[in-house]
């Protein structure tokens, strides 16, 4: 029987804390104005001083488990895509499953900045179609309010803190493909454009690199916005003539939500209707890895995306990483 990857459940978690971009005002020199005009954000979510990727991510995969309507013993494997796990090891992905009472699975991170679900749902298919498990569980979690550079007021507004989690499973018996096509690349060439480049064993932490601010996200924003809608609609097309599909086949296409404009200018080069882009990042800002899906759980909760639609997701992160997934939604 040809072995048949397949969405069968979504959660996800912000934290209840919501941080407005006139909060931002009185932390450093912005503008409600200048924010909502450059990247279409609003306001954002940033968690507790006490909070850590897993603490995110454990509310985000139980509701994709309760979703799937799977017991936490059928996962044989959990991927936790994230740039800012609890910590360098071991992995978030070990202490999720742990708390999920997930008991025969492996686990691991991945490390593909925002392009990480995309990435997580590229490995979870091959392995699923590799014979090597039946059910996975990847849950993208980022808490970018860890790593701000409160004194680079163009890179510090426009992150926040969220976790997303789908069940991937084998389902040979389900009348459509689970996933019509996948696209990943990187280009490390250019992976000093975006990167938090303190804590790892180039640049140990040390208290000259802490004074720098070394440890927190640094991006050259202009770099990354020409890249990046050049490289979300290549990977779209690529994703596309993979399937042999063209634009109109899909009914919702969702981008990583970094940018309204990024989004926009990849709207328009694929000549996609405005009415088929699911877009909520002016709630959330860019929640890195997990912002795909947490749009695709959102939207699915809401009934604007149904069983059977056939769905888009494009994304872009630090790396440079990108990719596309289209895949078809179970009844
Ligand atoms: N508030 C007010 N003014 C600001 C702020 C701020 N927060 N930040 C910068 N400015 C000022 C600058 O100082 C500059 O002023 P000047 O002209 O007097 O020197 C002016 O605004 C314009 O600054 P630019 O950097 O040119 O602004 P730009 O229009 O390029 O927008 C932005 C900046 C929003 C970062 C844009 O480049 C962008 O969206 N880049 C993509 C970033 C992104 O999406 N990254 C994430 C993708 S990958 C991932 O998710 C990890």
Request: proline share 5%.
């Amino acid at each position: 029987m040809v072995r048949n990857p397949v969405i069968v459940g979504t959660g996800s978690y912000v934290p209840e804390n919501v941080v407005t971009n006139c909060d931002l005002e009185e932390r450093v020199d912005t503008s409600d104005e200048w924010i909502r005009t450059r990247s279409g954000i609003c306001e954002r979510r940033f968690c507790s001083d006490d909070k850590s990727a897993s603490d995110l991510a454990v509310p985000a995969g139980r509701a994709a488990l309760e979703d799937a309507g799977i017991s936490p013993d059928a996962i044989d494997l959990v991927i936790v895509p994230t740039a800012t796990p609890d910590m360098a090891f071991p992995s978030t992905a070990c202490a999720l499953q742990d708390r999920l009472g997930i008991s025969s699975a492996a686990a691991f991170d991945i490390s593909a900045a925002c392009s990480g679900f995309i990435y997580g749902l590229s490995l979870a298919h091959s392995q699923i179609k590799a014979g090597v498990v039946e059910n996975v569980l990847v849950v993208a979690s980022e808490l970018y309010s860890r790593v701000l550079n409160w004194e680079d007021r163009t890179t510090c507004v426009l992150f926040g803190d969220g976790a997303a989690g789908v069940v991937v499973s084998n389902q040979p018996d389900s009348p459509t493909n689970g996933f019509d096509s996948l696209y990943i690349k990187a280009d490390g060439e250019n992976r000093n454009i975006l990167t938090l480049p303190a804590g790892g064993s180039a640049v140990p932490l040390t208290p000259e690199s802490v004074e720098k601010n070394e440890h927190m996200l640094a991006m050259d924003g202009r770099a990354v916005y020409r890249i990046a809608v050049r490289k979300m609609k290549s990977s779209a097309l690529r994703a596309l003539n993979r399937a042999d599909m063209g634009p109109d086949e899909i009914d919702w296409v969702i981008c990583h939500q970094a940018n309204t404009r990024i989004i926009e200018s990849v709207r328009k080069r694929l000549d996609m209707p405005k009415e088929k882009m699911i877009i909520n990042l002016d709630k959330y800002g860019n929640t890195s890895a997990a912002s795909i899906g947490i749009a695709l759980d959102e939207a699915r909760r809401e009934g604007k995306i149904r069983a059977g639609d056939k769905v888009m997701m494009v994304a872009f992160g630090g790396g440079l990483t990108w990719g596309a997934a289209i895949v078809n939604l179970p009844g």
